[in-house]
């Protein structure tokens, strides 16, 4: 067996052993103990939530005074008391102020977005996709995140990756790079993690949306880039 199939059995039955609806979970809790992002009381929000994983885990971090709010296009099963779920599309225009009703004046401690398109196999595809949830997400951060709080955003590596680096670094005070242990090696997948939110986000430069407009441009409606 190889090594990296090995490791994806490991977290899969570990996951399995200690009751969590997927390895994923354990990706948070190694981001958690290395950053001490979440804490007992905090307020989180966890931006494409589904199967369930970062709930359990954020959950059991925050206990009973805390609360977190998970939001995905699909369902996604109960949790615990202090965890409530919305299903929504965070890219809607009515997203923002359906958020606020939920959180009220609370503002989260921790924004998650472990946020992935629905893959399509074209990698240009589906990476710009990711990119863009990525920016949404950081649209949202004023409205959802308070002051001096933190994010974890996933990104696929690839193209525009810089122009969201450049974003987070200017809206906190520290950017890291992390790849959990749990992740698979081979996947292109990565972790933002930002601390130290300062209130307010840089709006995407004018050579940015030129450069994602030209790349919109060349993706056909059947979802394949033109050559």
Known sequence: MRLEQAKRDYYRRKAREEGYR??????????????????????????????????????????????????????????????????????????????KEIIGERKADCVLADLSPKLSGVWDLDQFKQMELCHRVIDLLPEVLKAGGSCVMKVFQGKDMES????????????DVSKPDASRKESSEIYMIALGFSGQVARRSSQDAQEERQSEQLLDSSGFVQP
């Open 22 to 99: 997927s390895r994923a979970a354990f990706k948070l809790k190694q981001i958690n103990s290395k950053y001490h992002l979440i804490s007992l009381g905090h307020t989180v929000v966890d931006m494409g939530s589904a199967p369930g994983g970062w709930l359990e885990v954020s959950s059991e971090i925050v206990g009973s005074k805390g609360i977190v709010i998970g939001i995905d296009l699909i369902p996604v099963r109960p949790v615990a008391p202090n965890v409530k779920i919305i299903q929504y599309d965070i890219t809607s225009e009515e997203f923002p102020s359906k958020l």
């Open 164 to 175: 969201l680096r450049n974003r987070l670094r200017t809206a906190f005070s520290r950017l």
